[in-house]
């Protein structure tokens, strides 16, 4: 809606250790699941905003900026990749699994 796109750097984004053993063992990208929970939050100084929101005892980090390039660039692991918007959630993956679909 606002033209612009976003850096995302891949090394940043918190995964929680519970998140990473589920993932492995369902052999799923933990970045493609809904990130029930979260808010993502762009703004103009995002430095300040992380420090207050820690103060006031609230998980925060600057996991990326918005670029004037269309698109989202995913930037990690020694090169950065344009990624498409995920076709459906990675935990469907395990319901077909689960399911014998």
Known sequence: ???CG???YKNEIPVLKETKLICE?????PLKLISSGCMLIACENGLKLTEE???KGIKAVII???TQDKGIILSGDCHDIMIPPPES???YKVNKLLSGN
Do not use: P, R, T, Y
């Open 1 to 3: 809606a606002s033209g």
């Open 6 to 8: 976003a850096k995302v």
């Open 25 to 29: 063992h369902f052999d799923l990208d």
């Open 53 to 55: 929101l820690l103060k």
């Open 64 to 66: 990326g900026e918005i």
């Open 89 to 91: 959630d990675e935990l």
